[in-house]
């Protein structure tokens, strides 16, 4: 990390010290007229008086320095781009396979995994609940040969950084990932994955839950401890508000649910003996991007904040990687619309744009089609094109924190932190995040959220162009489908079913048999679902170990 200014005075010095930062390839920050682009812009010494301009430095700071509201890297995209990595998972592992690869070769420096419902739930494909859900939104993945055929021809060595939707199966991806790349002779120390690994989310907003969760909890948890001593680089662990906006949720309680269940990981990380600073480093923020755009980039500068008070100030963290939060944001979905589709074009575009000038990390974009289907090739290639537009045409990358010192961002960044923080602390008269999921309170704010949102549209109070205003009867839309078939579900459970004939079956039930010890005797379950999954072990079966133990979530009425 940079040294911090000790002054007011030497923040031109800060800049120009930085002003040579730029984005391999870029030709200069200038402007396409040839006008110079500082690397930092902060107001002159006039503007503010001495007590004011202290009160600024404090509050806003400047990038790569504490607080961090104006972005985590001093140089931000003049330093280096966010990672650009798409959403993939089709029908089955190999069309997988294939979409990554050609991803890979478009320019996308990352993927994402993902995931179809059956895998997300721990269900195999032969499962009888897996029937028409195989393949559907994403990838099965039941066993090491799936994954294997997966990372089939990938250099994994040259990959920013993998990502996979994994929730209530942290462990278990962490397992297929680690065993699959070293059937193509990769160590896991070659590269890197970000695990979303979030499971207190399901229990209110997307509903992929195996335990209850309790259990849940330190399963989730598992994967923390063991990325802290065995895989460091790896990121082990998302705390989630994207898919509680995506369910409904305003901006803030998108933020204040996510931070109050990473408070509920972060305590269970530290009862089991680690310290802040082994994993906090790690961890990421997913957050949405959504159409208000002033509003989404208050949003992550507020966010930034609220995880450095939080991390530093309230869990004592000394390592100043620790304070800064990293983002990680995927567009609204919820936001894309399935009639006219291809106005999400222009939606995603300025959804990502909220993004970049709020200084994520890490951005994923929505494809026009995902309304209505798992994506086309052409709609990926697009939804991935808008990205590479937004970074090397329009000029954003050019200074950091671009809409800083505005008086409507700043103002409203201090608005959403303080009502981040007010709502957080209303989780906690709930019992804290466990027991208001158990309750079905949080649950029920979503709904609550959720419902006025949909009256909203339905009443023409918010404008959905060409749904809900300036609508036309035309559609000419061709979609070229990506889709799964009664076919590759056949396929899939015979496959599955094929594997547990050739198999050593000995082994697999003396790893699963240790697998329930491990779960009863509450010792990190990691090392066993390893050895499971290595020995050919299917995710139905390592799951269906663990709730011979812990048994299976059943979401009451009120959720």
């Known amino acids: ?96 396979n294939e979409r990554i690869r050609s991803l890979l070769a478009a320019g996308q420096r990352g993927f994402s995994v993902a995931l179809d419902l059956p895998t997300q739930n721990g269900l195999d494909s032969d499962h009888e609940l897996a029937r028409g859900e195989v393949g559907k939104v994403g990838v099965p993945i039941d066993s090491r040969i799936d994954m294997e055929e997966l990372l089939e021809g990938i250099d994994l060595s040259n990959v920013a950084q993998i990502r996979t939707t994994a929730n209530a199966i942290g462990p278990l991806a962490v397992a297929l990932f680690v065993v699959g790349a070293e059937a193509h002779g990769y160590s896991p120390t070659d590269f890197k994955v970000m695990l979303q690994n979030d499971v207190l989310k399901e229990y209110i907003a997307r509903g992929t839950y195996v335990f209850p969760p309790e259990a849940g909890l330190r399963f989730s948890v598992d994967v923390v401890e063991y990325c802290s001593k065995e895989l460091p680089h790896w990121e082990p662990i998302e705390f989630c508000g994207y898919h509680i906006r995506d369910s409904g949720s305003t901006a803030v309680q998108e933020l204040a649910i996510a931070f109050a269940h990473g408070r509920a990981y972060i305590d269970e990380a530290l009862r089991r003996g680690l310290a802040i600073d082994d994993f906090a480093h790690s961890a990421y923020l997913f957050l949405s991007a959504d ?34 939060a ?96 007010d709502y957080m602390a209303v989780i906690e008269e709930h019992g804290g995040p466990l027991a208001a999921i158990e309750s079905g309170w949080i649950r ?103 709730a011979d133990v812990w048994g299976r979530h059943r979401a009451s009425n009120r959720l």
Not at 338 to 360: M, T
Request: aromatic share 8%; net charge negative; hydrophobic share 40%.
């Open 326 to 421: 990293k983002i990680f944001c995927y567009t609204l979905g919820g936001s894309q619309v399935a009639k006219e589709p291809v106005n999400n074009i222009a939606r995603i575009a300025y959804q990502a744009l909220a993004a970049v000038l709020g200084g994520v990390q890490t951005l994923a974009t929505s494809s026009y089609d995902e309304a209505i289907q798992l994506p086309s090739d052409e709609a990926v290639r697009i939804s991935l094109r808008t990205q590479q537009i937004l970074a090397y045409e329009t000029g954003v990358t050019r200074t950091a924190d671009p809409l800083g010192g505005s008086y409507f961002v700043e103002a409203l960044t201090d608005e959403i932190e303080k009502a981040v923080l």
């Open 444 to 546: 029920g704010e979503l709904d609550d959220a959720a419902y006025k949102l949909a009256w909203a549209f339905e009443t023409g109070a918010r404008t959905q162009v060409g749904v809900n205003r300036f609508s036309t009867t035309d559609e000419d839309v061709t979609f070229r489908e990506h889709r799964s078939t009664v076919e590759t579900e056949r396929l899939q459970i015979e496959r599955v079913k094929s594997l547990r004939s050739m198999r050593d079956n000995t082994a697999v039930t003396r790893c699963l048999d240790q697998l329930r010890a491990d779960a009863r005797a509450g010792t990190n379950t990691l090392p066993s679902v390893i050895d499971a999954i290595r020995n050919y072990a299917t995710v139905g079966e390592v799951c269906g170990a663990l």
């Open 291 to 324: 159409l208000d755009l002033f509003e989404e980039v208050a949003k992550f500068r507020a966010a930034r904040r609220i995880w450095h008070d939080l991390i530093r100030k309230q869990y004592g963290a000394t390592n100043p990687d620790s304070w800064a």
């Open 1 to 96: 990390m940079p040294e911090s200014p000790p002054d007011w005075l030497l923040l031109a010095e800060w800049r120009e010290r930085y002003a040579s930062r730029l984005v391999p390839g870029e030709t200069g920050a200038v402007t396409n007229s040839g006008l110079d682009v500082d690397a930092l812009y902060v107001p002159d010494g006039d503007d503010l008086t001495e007590a004011g301009r202290s009160a600024y430095v404090d509050r806003i700071g400047t990038p790569g320095e504490a607080p961090f509201t104006r972005g985590i890297w001093p140089g931000m995209y003049r330093e280096r781009l966010w990672v650009m990595g798409q959403y993939s998972g089709a029908a089955s592992p190999k069309a997988t």
